[in-house]
């Protein structure tokens, strides 16, 4: 294989299977890529990735679901970087942004080299088979999503597109009706497959990733019950996805081969690194995260060393929350951190110190305005007073304990 990144050199297999359409590698070669992509759940936003690659020209998927605010900002830090020769060794491929502990979305650029070591990790793992079809449910934005669609590329299999918003039952239709046997899902999304107590997996899916999000025993073990071979995984947007998967459904995490964790915090070395963050910052060759971890033969993510709330997949941090609760009319204070839930791994929680003027209608309407969907308090404890440390500080283990009630 000439050039694993090549759609082109890939030719006329098919790349892309949608419910309405069968599309080829080779109608890559017809798109125009911009460095920086608003990419949505369609065939052409995985067409104008392909041509980037084949081109080697870098892009940038970004997040269709952003503030305008924030969806411009990150639109001109991509277009304004300085990446260099685009063929040279080490040259920018691809710009994901996440989140870091200071709650700001960090620009992260992918090489090549750490976009095929993740391909090839991966496929160690769990081994293409000839029939395979991987399923692309995840945001094309995040790791995950865009780690299918990079990982088909240089195997040379198709993945089964679910276009627009998730839809449960679609996504049973089309897992058995194009003979999916690997998908990649968050936990909310393996509730949501699960909520029709009738489904249970067909017999050719042979795996599901399962990350992005804490996911209770009690949901892999539904899962495994109706059929479901949950792999759990874990990986970042600095390794472009997976570093650790379960080799059997149901089992521990186990490091991928060619990586190497140590600690808590966790830290991380392999070939799947990024060069560098978007600011010039270095990435490789080791990444310390935020995880508190126990590491051996296979690895345990014990929680995270920040406050950062994970649910449903999507980072919230209580900052940026807090700023927005504090500023509603009635509210003295405010508190934000993170409740364990069996649905979406955690939610939302505020603590409000409230004087008599407080409106809760009024707060929820606001709160419903300024904030997306995932960062709105799911879960509420109002008081007159939140308690705090001797030296005048939130104390957040205290406010975290208190009992609260849903939204």
């Given at each position: 294989m000439s050039d694993p990144l090549s759609a082109v050199a890939a030719g006329d297999r098919t790349a892309i299977i949608t419910r309405s359409e069968v599309v080829p590698f080779s109608a890559a070669g017809h798109i125009e890529s911009p460095r920086a992509l608003v990419a949505v759940a369609e065939v052409a936003s995985i067409l104008a990735i392909?041509?980037?690659?084949?081109?080697?020209?870098?892009?940038?998927?970004?997040?269709?679901?952003?503030?305008?605010?924030?969806?411009?900002?990150?639109?001109?830090?991509?277009e304004a970087a300085d990446l260099g020769d685009p063929r040279g060794e080490g040259a920018a491929s691809v710009m994901l942004f996440t989140s870091g502990s200071t709650g700001a979305a960090r620009g992260i650029i992918h090489t090549r080299e750490s976009i095929l070591a993740n391909a090839r990790a991966?496929?160690?793992?769990?081994?293409?088979?000839?029939?395979?079809?991987?399923?692309?449910?995840?945001?094309?934005?995040?790791?995950?999503?865009l780690s299918i669609v990079t990982r088909c590329l240089t195997a040379r299999v198709p993945l089964v597109l679910h276009e627009g918003d998730f839809d449960a039952a679609a996504i049973r239709a089309l897992i058995a009706e194009h003979r999916v046997t690997l998908a990649s899902l968050v936990p909310t999304q393996l509730v949501a497959l699960l909520d029709d107590p009738t489904w249970r997996a067909p017999s050719h899916l042979r795996a599901v990733l399962l990350g992005g999000a804490a996911a209770p025993?009690?949901?892999?073990?539904?899962?495994?019950?109706?059929g479901v071979?949950?792999?759990?995984?874990?990986?970042?947007?600095?390794?472009?996805?997976?570093?650790?998967?379960?080799?059997?459904?149901?089992?521990?995490?186990?490091?991928?081969?060619?990586?190497?964790?140590?600690?808590?915090?966790?830290?991380?070395?392999?070939?799947?690194l990024a060069a560098r963050y978007l600011d010039g910052a270095p990435i490789a060759p080791e990444l310390t995260t935020a995880d508190l971890a126990e590491v051996g033969a296979t690895?345990?993510?014990?929680?995270?060393?920040?406050?950062?709330?994970?649910t449903g997949g999507e980072n919230v941090h209580p900052a940026e929350v807090e700023a927005v609760l504090a500023a509603t009319p009635g509210v003295r204070h405010a508190c934000v951190f993170g409740v364990a839930d069996a649905r979406w791994g955690q939610v939302v929680a505020a603590a409000l110190a409230t004087s008599d003027d407080?409106?809760?209608?009024?707060?929820?309407?606001?709160?419903?305005?300024?904030?997306?969907?995932?960062?709105?308090?799911?879960?509420?404890?109002?008081?007159?007073?939140?308690?705090?440390?001797?030296?005048?500080?939130?104390?957040r283990r205290a406010i975290a304990a208190l009992p609260t009630e849903p939204a």
């Open positions: 392909y041509a980037a690659l084949d081109a080697h020209q870098p892009i940038a998927p970004l997040h269709s679901r952003l503030a305008a605010a924030e969806l411009a900002r990150q639109r001109a830090l991509v991966s496929e160690q793992r769990l081994t293409w088979q000839p029939d395979d079809r991987w399923l692309l449910c995840l945001p094309l934005a995040h790791a995950g999503g025993r009690a949901l892999i073990d539904q899962a495994l019950a109706r071979p949950v792999h759990e995984t874990y990986g970042l947007t600095e390794t472009f996805g997976q570093v650790a998967t379960a080799c059997e459904p149901g089992g521990p995490l186990v490091p991928l081969d060619g990586v190497e964790l140590a600690g808590s915090p966790l830290r991380i070395r392999g070939p799947m690895l345990r993510i014990v929680g995270r060393a920040d406050d950062v709330i994970i407080f409106d809760r209608a009024a707060a929820t309407e606001r709160w419903q305005a300024l904030l997306p969907p995932h960062a709105r308090p799911r879960r509420l404890a109002l008081v007159r007073a939140l308690p705090q440390l001797p030296n005048g500080k939130l104390d």
